[in-house]
């Protein structure tokens, strides 16, 4: 199994700051790797696929990258909508997901 | 979209079914997915199923007691789970693939059905 490690736990930022938030695989993925934003109460929204894909109708500050099997999402300049959890996922093979990250209020 | 229905309150070794209601895409081209969040913890892939209903893979802590099947007459996914245990609290999420495949990102999830196992 892939374990995906996810860092920070929690995250506090001001609005309008940028956030980056990463994420480690065990093993090689190639860029097999998805973040979703999970806010509860609501439907988890993919984010970025191929590792630095945006999904439909994501807007421009987020962005993926990745350096081997380190990934990180950078979300550049807060909105209020974007506090929220944060996962990254690994579809190399039986997809599993990183422990996520609270992004919050500072 | 995807509605999600069956949640509830499921007793230590008892069952409970689990449906999905796919709409706005072609499900039976799909493959599909079922993935948990319990309380304080992070989301987890339960099961999968191919788009025909001939392959279905799970994780290990879930083989033997749950099943993934489809309708696709009906475009609907199911969970059946028995021998639910209290580790199988959480909030379960169908979920699309986005090109379809077994093992994919997933770009279309519904807002989840909840599952309380107590006695």
């Known amino acids: 199994e892939v374990v995906m490690t996810q860092s920070p736990v929690t995250l506090s930022v001001s609005p309008g700051e940028s956030a980056t938030l990463s994420c480690r695989a065990s093993q090689s993925i190639s860029t097999n790797l998805a973040w979703y934003q999970l806010k509860l109460g609501q439907a988890p929204r993919l984010l970025i696929y191929g590792a630095s894909t945006r999904a439909t109708g994501i807007p421009a500050r987020f962005s993926g990258s990745r350096s081997g099997t380190e990934f990180t999402l950078t979300i550049s300049s807060l909105q209020s909508e974007d506090f929220a959890l944060y996962y990254c996922q690994q579809y190399n093979t039986w997809a599993t997901f990183g422990g996520g990250t609270k992004v919050e209020i500072k | 979209q995807l509605v999600e229905s069956g949640g509830g309150l499921g007793q230590p070794g008892g069952s409970l079914r689990l449906s999905c209601a796919a709409s706005g895409f072609s499900f039976s081209s799909y493959a599909m997915s079922w993935v948990r969040r319990a309380p304080e913890k992070g989301l987890e892939g339960v099961a999968v199923i191919g788009a025909s209903g001939d392959s279905s893979y799970y994780v290990d802590s879930v083989k033997g007691r749950f099943t993934i099947s489809r309708d696709n007459s009906k475009n609907t996914l199911y969970l059946q789970m028995n021998s639910l245990r209290v580790e199988d609290m959480a909030t379960y999420y169908c979920?699309?693939?986005?090109?379809?495949?077994?093992?994919?990102?997933?770009?279309?999830w519904g807002q989840g059905t909840v599952v309380t196992v107590s006695s």
């Open positions: 979920a699309k693939p986005i090109w379809g495949l077994v093992i994919d990102a997933l770009d279309v």
